[in-house]
Structures are given as structure tokens and as C-alpha cells.
């Protein structure tokens, strides 16, 4: 008569020559139903832990995986989330531009845990008017992040009305049927403003292209803050793409023509960066003689030199808030958009 141990021994030889390739298999070999193994595998506690343990265990030592594509036919999800840049007040920028690339890590990280992969898109809205339709319209995806509002709010608004699992990163407008996440740029630019006054600045300058609505926001604010204090601001429009923004600050700032500032206010790290570069390369003294403020708050913006005073935009918070915003409209529930304080980082751009 065998022993326990040869008969453990003879039971575990068994169920490794068994081939496991389906649910139907894994469920003979663990003594339950198909059904029973799907929710153990999909971590459902209607199944007990002791039961999902034992299955769980049984289908990674088998190898076995179950069909992702069945199971998403099944349940009419995905696992996909569209994420597009809508580029209608600059078709020239490109999804290499510094801000773009860090929060789409952060979104990246964030959808990659919760279970999702990621669809990238750049739109150029004035090629086509349904660039928001082509996305949410498809089929491929669960949900949409729109990085940015651009000059497109209403069409934004428009594909909202129908298609509520959207979330977008930008401004917030008392009574908008989207959900927005993003931060206060009125505010930040009249901080940033603020602070120049206060550090001695009385010919100021706003750097950056006012045709999307954050970037206007962030003009209004540092007009505000001028206006009381008695002061104008110099509005010179600069366009966000890379390869075309080092000669449009320089050509702004209008060294030699007898135009000079002593605060500039940039509508983005990276155009704040240019503003440095080009005020080094005119002999000026950053901040004794011009200060310089950015937005963003971009890992590089430590490293410049001098290192940039910026308004940081909270990108990492920002980008748990879509992603977990985006699941909750995908599952039906109610979640209403959120307007982030920017906070002024002081380094030794200004006084």
C-alpha cells in the first residue's frame, strides 16, 4: 500500500502533464466551475481567498492566461484610454514639448496601474473639425484625456454633451459641462506678477501666445496684478513650439531697438528659458537687471542658469486626479472638475 507521500508525489506528477489552455481545463484540474475560475482570476471576493489562492496558484505553475481579448469582448471594455493633444492655437508645437512629455509620464505611470493601456493622439484641429469625434467615436477606447483645451472649448463642450467619459486637463468656466482638471492661471500669473513688483520690477513683460484659453487666463492675471500697482503690462505674443521660439523671444524683447523690460512674466518654462538665453547673449544681468518668472515648474527649470523662480503647475496630483476622475465617469458616477492652487517657486531668476 503507497504511503501519503508517494501518493502526494503521484497526484502532483499527474496534474503537471496535464495541458492547461482554457478556462474549462484549469477548472476540471481545480475542482470547480469555469465561471468560478474567471472571477478567482479577476480577483472577485465572491469567490473565498482560499478557493482564489488555489486557483491563482494553479494558473501561474500551468502558465495559463486567459483570453484578454474574450474578456474585453465580454465585458465591452477595452482596457484602452485615448489620450490627445488637441493643437488648434498652435499646430506647430509638437508632443515633444517639455510640459507635454511630463505629464504624459505621469499619465502613463498612473493609467499603467490602474489596468490600462494608452492610445496617443495629436490633433490639428483646422484639418479637421471632428478631430474629438475621430477618438471618443472609434470604438477602441474606454475613455478620453484631452491634454489642454487649446482654442477648441466648444467643440470640447459639444462632444461632452453625449460622451461624458472624458476628462480634460485645462480651464475651468463656471457652468462647463466637461470635466476639467488643471490649475488656477489667472491666479498663477497674478502671482507671478505680484512678485515682481514687489522685487522692484516696473516695466514688465508677458511672453507667450494668447489664443488658448490658459495662457490668456495667465495674461489676465499678470495684468491684474500690474494694474493695481499702477502699472501696464507689455503683451508680446510667443509661440510655444521649440524650434521657433528662441527667435521669436529674441525678436520680442527687441534688444537694440531702445525697448527695454526689467520683469518678464513667460507664459511657460520653456519660454522663460529663451528669455534667459537671450538676455545672456545681450550682456544682461539675470535678476539684478531683468527678472525672469516662468510657468510650470518643469524638472529643468532647476537647471538653468541662473536657476528659474517659476509657478508650478502640480502635474503629478493633476494626472491621479484625471485618471481617477476618467474611472469614475467610465463606471457612470459623477465626478466634477478640479481647479488646482499653483504655487510660486522663488529661485535666483528674480529678487
Known amino acids: ?102 505629464l504624459l509620464g505621469a499619465l502613463a505611470d498612473e493609467l499603467t496601474e490602474s489596468g490600462y493601456d494608452l492610445m496617443l493622439s495629436r490633433a490639428i484641429p483646422d484639418q479637421t473639425s471632428d478631430w474629438l469625434e475621430r477618438m471618443t467615436g472609434s470604438g477602441m477606447v474606454d475613455g478620453v484625456i484631452v491634454i489642454g483645451q487649446s482654442n477648441q472649448f466648444e467643440t470640447i463642450e459639444r462632444v461632452a454633451r453625449h460622451y461624458p467619459a472624458m476628462v480634460v486637463w485645462g480651464h475651468h468656466r463656471e457652468g462647463q459641462i466637461h470635466c476639467s482638471v488643471g490649475s488656477d492661471n489667472f491666479e498663477g500669473g497674478r502671482l507671478a506678477a505680484e512678485h515682481l513688483i514687489k522685487s522692484g520690477a516696473r516695466r514688465l513683460a508677458f511672453l507667450g501666445s494668447t489664443v488658448g484659453i490658459e495662457i490668456a487666463k495667465r495674461f489676465e492675471g499678470t495684468l491684474a496684478a500690474a494694474r493695481a500697482a499702477g502699472l501696464t503690462v507689455t503683451h508680446l505674443p510667443v509661440h510655444m513650439a521649440h524650434e521657433q521660439v528662441f527667435e521669436e523671444v529674441s525678436s520680442a ?15 511657460s518654462d520653456l519660454i522663460a528659458m529663451s528669455a534667459l538665453r537671450v538676455l545672456f547673449e545681450n550682456g544682461h544681468q539675470v535678476p539684478s537687471e531683468v527678472q525672469v518668472i516662468g510657468f510650470d515648474d518643469l524638472p529643468l527649470a532647476a537647471q538653468t542658469f541662473p536657476p528659474l523662480s517659476t509657478l508650478r503647475q502640480e502635474i503629478q496630483t493633476g494626472a491621479h486626479l484625471m485618471v481617477e476622475k476618467l474611472k469614475a465617469r467610465i463606471a457612470g458616477q459623477p465626478a466634477p472638475s478640479e481647479v488646482m492652487a499653483p504655487t510660486l517657486i522663488l529661485r535666483d531668476s528674480t529678487r
Open 1 to 102: 500500500m503507497r504511503n501519503e507521500a508517494e501518493a502526494d508525489s503521484s497526484e502532483l506528477a499527474l496534474t503537471e502533464e496535464i495541458e492547461v489552455r482554457t478556462l474549462a481545463d484549469l477548472a476540471r484540474l481545480a475542482g470547480v466551475s469555469a465561471g468560478t475560475v474567471s472571477r478567482a482570476l479577476a480577483g472577485k471576493a465572491l469567490v473565498n481567498a482560499e478557493t482564489r489562492e488555489r486557483i491563482q496558484a494553479l494558473a501561474r505553475k500551468h502558465g495559463f492566461r486567459p483570453n484578454q481579448m474574450a474578456s474585453k469582448l465580454r465585458s465591452r471594455r477595452t482596457g484602452v484610454i485615448g489620450v490627445v493633444i488637441p493643437l488648434g492655437h498652435d499646430k506647430r508645437q509638437h508632443i515633444s514639448d517639455p510640459f507635454f512629455l511630463t
Open 253 to 267: 524683447l527687441g534688444y537694440g531697438s531702445g525697448i527695454e523690460f526689467d520683469g518678464i512674466v513667460a507664459a
